[in-house]
């Protein structure tokens, strides 16, 4: 028979939007359901995305790193890799995390349910897990059912030697000749890892540059790096065949720099779809559009009043941090708090060797749309402590409004971009000036320090380099 569950919040899947917004629930008095089809909490970010890539990402970022070494006296011999050691580390990572979000859910009596739900009403949705249907009534609903990797119709996508980024993190082997297609942060980030796990790596990138979305300037400092490293990154150029064959995965390349390659390994990483198709929607009356996105007001309300949505299946960046700050609104609008999402930016982050990150208004976004902008530039060639660590690739940008001279956008390139660009955010939150950010007092020699040089260049309280 079907179990039947009453419950005043219910909210389906358990990434870091849906936990987010069920612990937010339970927190403020709700009594609270979560649905999960995984037997982990924590979804795609702490299961197969941000947290495992970023553990690899930092053995593979020390790897390099120690090679640089040579130029102080310092060498090593190549180092062994056991790769099962190295997976099992990583999932210590994720257990720790995930474990520590079953004991968070018990600690709030939010019940969760293992199964994989589908609507039936607006207030009902059926959960079919492996103990069986369990029927969930609710008043109040969060839609937190996140993404899938995209596949390309007609590629070999059934072969395991054509993965997608779950498939790649799993690290089963390093291939010696490795495709990655899509030069996005996914395909990059793995670019990394495999790289310095002794992979010999190529790029393919429909678009003309690298990362889109970043500026030229700021991937610029990155392919400085990486094509020393990679054996080939081919722009504007497409995969226009893939097949399986005995020797490997046999490509054909078409655009910019066409050819044939065959690889033992191939990842695809070209995007993500939202999973708004995949849970009967239609039976709630909740508008999923033709892509399978969800759309939401700034209260992260669909078009039916008592269910919303949150995460990658509304759109926008599809990043953990906007997930969870979607979800707190989410939370707090169905505790009757007033709440509302409207950051000035999610900050974006590679975590690549060397990192790129970037926030508010970029400068290829400031030229394509008219914006005015006055720009302040440091590059770390003229920080001592880049210097000191050897790497003065990196770039540290500011864009000011020329009228109020209040940043409107930030990019850095360098290692540790990721944690300076916070700065940057709380900046443009804040807003901050030109000399609000050159006048504090930023500890010497730090990278971060670059952030208060960048907006002096742009005042012109400095103007040559050390
Ligand atoms: P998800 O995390 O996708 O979670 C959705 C959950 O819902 C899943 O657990 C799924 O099993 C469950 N679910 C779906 N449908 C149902 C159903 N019908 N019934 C029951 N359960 C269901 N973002 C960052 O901010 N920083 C990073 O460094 C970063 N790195 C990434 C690296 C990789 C390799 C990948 C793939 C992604 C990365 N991301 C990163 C993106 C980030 O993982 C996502 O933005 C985030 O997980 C989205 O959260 P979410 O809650 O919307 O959905």
Same mark, same amino acid.
């Given at each position: 028979?079907?179990?039947?569950?009453?419950?005043?919040?219910?909210?389906?899947?358990?990434?870091?939007?849906?936990?987010?917004?069920?612990?937010?629930?339970?927190?403020?008095?709700?009594?609270?359901?979560?649905?999960? /089809?995984? #037997?982990?909490? *924590?979804?795609?970010?702490?299961?197969?995305?941000?947290?495992?890539?970023? @553990?690899?990402?930092?053995? %593979?970022?020390?790897?390099?790193?120690?090679?640089?070494?040579?130029?102080?006296?310092?060498?090593?011999?190549?180092?062994?890799?056991?790769? #099962?050691?190295?997976? %099992?580390?990583?999932?210590?990572?994720? @257990?720790?995390?995930?474990? *520590?979000? =079953?004991?968070?859910?018990?600690?709030?009596?939010?019940?969760?349910?293992?199964?994989?739900?589908?609507?039936?009403?607006?207030?009902?949705?059926?959960?079919?897990? /492996?103990?069986?249907?369990?029927?969930?009534?609710?008043?109040?609903?969060?839609?937190?059912?996140?993404?899938?990797?995209?596949?390309?119709?007609?590629?070999?996508?059934?072969?395991?030697?054509?993965?997608?980024? &779950?498939?790649?993190?799993?690290?089963?082997?390093?291939?010696?000749?490795?495709?990655?297609?899509?030069?996005?942060?996914?395909?990059?980030?793995?670019?990394?890892?495999?790289?310095?796990?002794?992979?010999?790596?190529?790029?393919?990138?429909?678009?003309?540059?690298?990362?889109?979305?970043?500026?030229?300037?700021?991937?610029?400092?990155?392919?400085?790096?990486?094509?020393?490293?990679?054996?080939?990154?081919?722009?504007?150029?497409?995969?226009?065949?893939?097949? %399986?064959?005995?020797?490997?995965?046999?490509?054909?390349?078409?655009?910019?720099?066409?050819?044939?390659?065959?690889?033992?390994?191939?990842?695809?990483?070209?995007?993500?779809?939202?999973?708004?198709?995949?849970?009967?929607?239609?039976?709630?009356?909740?508008?999923?559009?033709?892509?399978?996105?969800?759309?939401?007001?700034?209260?992260?309300?669909?078009?039916?009043?008592?269910?919303?949505?949150?995460?990658?299946?509304?759109?926008?960046?599809?990043?953990?941090?906007? %997930?969870?700050?979607?979800?707190?609104?989410?939370?707090?609008?169905?505790?009757?708090?007033? =709440?509302?999402?409207?950051?000035?930016?999610?900050?974006?982050?590679?975590?690549?060797?060397?990192?790129? =990150?970037?926030?508010?208004? &970029?400068?290829?976004?400031?030229?394509?749309?008219?914006?005015?902008?006055?720009?302040?530039?440091?590059?770390?060639?003229?920080?001592?402590?880049? $210097?000191?660590?050897?790497? #003065?690739?990196?770039?540290?940008?500011?864009?000011?409004?020329?009228?109020?001279?209040?940043?409107?956008?930030?990019?850095?390139?360098?290692?540790?971009?990721?944690?300076?660009?916070?700065?940057?955010? $709380?900046?443009?939150?804040?807003?901050?000036?030109?000399?609000?950010?050159?006048?504090?007092?930023?500890?010497?020699?730090?990278?971060?320090?670059?952030?208060?040089?960048?907006?002096?260049?742009?005042?012109?309280?400095? &103007?040559?380099?050390?």
């Amino acid at each position: 028979g079907v179990r039947e569950l009453v419950t005043e919040v219910v909210v389906l899947g358990a990434g870091p939007g849906g936990y987010t917004a069920a612990f937010r629930a339970a927190d403020l008095g709700k009594k609270v359901v979560l649905i999960e /089809r995984y #037997d982990t909490l *924590g979804g795609v970010c702490l299961n197969v995305g941000c947290i495992p890539s970023k @553990a690899l990402l930092h053995t %593979a970022a020390i790897l390099e790193e120690v090679k640089t070494l040579g130029s102080m006296g310092v060498t090593f011999e190549p180092p062994r890799i056991d790769l #099962d050691q190295m997976r %099992a580390g990583k999932e210590r990572v994720v @257990a720790k995390l995930t474990g *520590g979000l =079953a004991a968070m859910a018990k600690q709030r009596q939010v019940e969760v349910i293992q199964g994989t739900g589908r609507f039936e009403s607006p207030n009902r949705l059926l959960v079919e897990g /492996r103990r069986g249907q369990v029927r969930v009534l609710f008043d109040q609903c969060v839609i937190a059912c996140g993404s899938a990797p995209m596949k390309i119709p007609g590629f070999p996508h059934d072969d395991p030697r054509v993965m997608d980024s &779950t498939d790649a993190l799993a690290l089963q082997e390093i291939p010696q000749r490795f495709l990655i297609v899509g030069g996005g942060i996914i395909g990059l980030e793995m670019a990394s890892v495999y790289s310095a796990l002794g992979a010999a790596v190529d790029v393919v990138e429909m678009k003309d540059q690298l990362m889109p979305g970043a500026d030229l300037d700021l991937v610029r400092a990155l392919e400085k790096v990486i094509k020393k490293r990679y054996r080939e990154i081919r722009l504007g150029t497409k995969v226009a065949q893939m097949k %399986a064959t005995a020797q490997g995965i046999a490509v054909v390349f078409e655009g910019r720099a066409p050819g044939e390659a065959v690889y033992d390994q191939v990842l695809v990483a070209i995007g993500r779809r939202p999973n708004g198709k995949l849970i009967n929607a239609e039976a709630a009356g909740v508008r999923v559009d033709e892509h399978g996105f969800i759309p939401v007001d700034a209260h992260m309300r669909t078009n039916v009043p008592n269910i919303f949505a949150i995460g990658d299946v509304v759109g926008g960046p599809m990043l953990a941090h906007k %997930a969870t700050h979607e979800a707190k609104v989410a939370a707090e609008v169905i505790a009757g708090l007033p =709440a509302l999402f409207d950051p000035l930016t999610i900050p974006s982050v590679a975590y690549t060797d060397p990192e790129v =990150a970037w926030m508010g208004l &970029t400068e290829t976004e400031a030229k394509a749309q008219g914006i005015a902008y006055e720009k302040g530039v440091f590059p770390w060639a003229a920080s001592g402590r880049a $210097l000191g660590i050897h790497r #003065d690739e990196g770039l540290t940008k500011l864009l000011f409004d020329p009228e109020t001279k209040r940043i409107l956008g930030a990019g850095i390139v360098g290692p540790n971009a990721g944690e300076l660009i916070g700065e940057a955010v $709380l900046a443009l939150e804040m807003g901050a000036d030109m000399e609000d950010i050159g006048l504090t007092v930023h500890p010497h020699p730090t990278l971060n320090e670059t952030i208060g040089l960048a907006a002096e260049m742009a005042h012109g309280s400095i &103007t040559d380099l050390l």
